[in-house]
């Protein structure tokens, strides 16, 4: 099956620095990433769609500027968390659906997560 | 309102029991609809997908209500290793984007 691997599991962090989380696709291309966060005892909240060669597309209330996304190529999408505070940690989790697939087929491989705990 | 939504549990219930969850959603556009399974502090990992006739997995079956814009997921004959949290996810109307119930969480007791 297709795998996702994110890095680094787990990081800690000081308020007002800034954090990268790296998405690759390993064993195939992904043109679209998605980036969700997580929070204790709920659920995915999906952040941004991360589309290779343009911009990210945001989701309501997530601040582009904050989080920083980048899609540089086909395997790779970066989270950057600037400027961190304690209320953006959380777990922050990548997905990818592989290029090539069918609008509407669907399985998304996930990374294994990225726990970020700022001080 | 919430894209997806379902009862966060948790259902509690014995080995061996038969347990159901349902999964509403708000975008009669969404084509396409899964339930992922995630164990505590891991990433979530597909169960299956819901197919418009309804599928079965072993003692997993789903169906798909689009009149009344719902899923749902039966669990017969549950085991221990069924405890988990039961994520419903709906793929948008544009087709490009995932949204993920709040989960419901499933224990099952000896």
């Known amino acids: 099956g297709a795998v996702v691997s994110q890095h680094p599991s787990r990081v800690i962090c000081k308020s007002g620095t800034s954090v990268k989380i790296e998405c690759r696709s390993l064993?195939?291309?992904?043109?679209?990433m998605f980036w969700y966060r997580q929070f204790p005892k709920q659920s995915l909240m999906l952040m941004a769609t991360?589309?290779?060669?343009?911009?990210?597309?945001?989701e309501q209330g997530v601040e582009k500027d904050k989080f920083l996304i980048n899609h540089a190529s086909l395997t790779l999408s970066t989270l950057t968390v600037t400027s961190a505070h304690p209320e953006d940690s959380s777990f922050y989790i990548c997905?990818?659906?592989?290029?090539?697939?069918?609008?509407?087929?669907?399985?998304?491989?996930f990374g294994e997560g990225s726990r970020l705990t700022v001080l | 309102r919430k894209e997806v939504e379902q009862d966060p549990g948790p259902f509690n219930v014995p080995e061996g029991a038969t347990v159901a969850f349902n999964c509403t959603y708000s975008?009669?556009?969404?084509?396409?609809f899964f339930w992922y399974r995630q164990d505590c502090r891991k990433e979530p990992k597909l169960l299956m997908s819901?197919?418009?006739s309804g599928n079965e997995d072993g003692r997993f079956t789903a169906q798909l209500n689009r009149a009344s814009q719902y899923i749902s997921l039966l669990i017969r004959d549950s085991k221990l290793s069924d405890s988990a949290t039961y994520l419903c996810?709906?793929?948008?109307?544009?087709?490009?984007?995932?949204?993920f119930g709040s989960g419901t969480k499933l224990n099952v007791k000896p």
């Open positions: 975008n009669s556009a969404s084509q396409s």
């Open positions: 996810v709906v793929n948008s109307g544009n087709f490009n984007k995932f949204y």
């Open positions: 991360s589309n290779e060669g343009s911009k990210a597309t945001y």
């Open positions: 819901v197919y418009s």
């Open positions: 997905s990818a659906k592989r290029t090539g697939t069918s609008s509407n087929a669907g399985e998304l491989f």
């Open positions: 064993d195939f291309q992904a043109t679209t």
